[in-house]
């Protein structure tokens, strides 16, 4: 089975500057996606980016991108210009491609709650 | 709508009574999920469809879980004899059909709150 860690409970950072979330995984599977998603107070789980895996290139989303290495099983999300609306939790997610063991859940981490301070 | 929409948004039970939560996909999706998040924890998955089939139901935490989607788009996912434990949030997602580009992304609702006393 596929675990997903979040090390970070809660981070902070100053507006304006730059964080990054960190999170690794555990797999056996050569082929899957990973996903950062935001969950404001609200309570909505909103995609921040995604990542294939057989893809080398970080993907990137405007002031959003990821440090993606394979390797290492990690996959960190870097939140540059941080704005007050980007004050949430942050949860990684990993889903299997399809032919995976788990394909079709998405098995997510523990969580960071990023703090923006004014 | 064009979101996942998810209903009721709050429900308070009494131990022991049953419960039902209703999700409406997003229009074309094909697959659907059911989460459970625990206050303060990432969610944990329950179930998953595809148009009617239940394809995984490994996640329901007992046999008083259960998931329905019998036309291939509404879902509903009934608690019978609610307990304390089952408090929690409960997030419903779907995604495109298999084949499609960005298929593997799932979005989710707002969530229905669920609180046992």
């Known amino acids: 089975a596929q675990t997903v860690t979040q090390s970070q409970p809660e981070m902070s950072v100053q507006e304006a500057e730059t964080v990054t979330l960190s999170c690794t995984y555990d797999t056996s599977e050569s082929d899957y996606y990973l996903f950062w998603y935001k969950q404001p107070p609200s309570g909505q789980m909103i995609l921040v980016i995604r990542q294939e895996a057989y893809k080398q290139q970080n993907a990137t989303e405007n002031r959003f991108s990821v440090n993606f290495q394979k390797a290492a099983k990690s996959f960190s999300l870097k939140i540059s210009d941080s704005q007050l609306g980007d004050a949430a939790m942050y949860f990684c997610?990993?889903?299997?491609?399809?032919?995976?063991?788990?394909?079709?859940?998405?098995?997510f981490g523990q969580g960071t709650i990023l703090t923006v301070h004014p | 709508g064009a979101g996942v929409s998810q209903s009721p948004r709050y429900k308070v039970a009494k131990r022991g009574q049953d419960v039902a939560l209703r999700c409406d996909p997003i229009s074309g999706h094909v697959s659907l999920f059911w989460y459970q998040q625990a206050l303060g924890q990432g969610p944990e998955f329950l179930t998953y469809f595809q148009n009617e089939a239940q394809l995984d139901k490994s996640g329901l935490p007992s046999d008083r879980f259960f998931a329905e989607r019998p036309e291939g788009s509404v879902s509903t996912l009934k608690i019978q004899r609610t307990q304390q434990e089952d408090s929690a949030v409960y997030l419903c997602a779907s995604s495109l059909p298999q084949g499609w580009e960005y298929q593997e992304t799932q979005y989710f609702g707002p969530g229905t709150r669920l609180l046992v006393l």
């Open positions: 997610a990993y889903r299997s491609a399809p032919g995976g063991t788990s394909y079709g859940k998405l098995t």
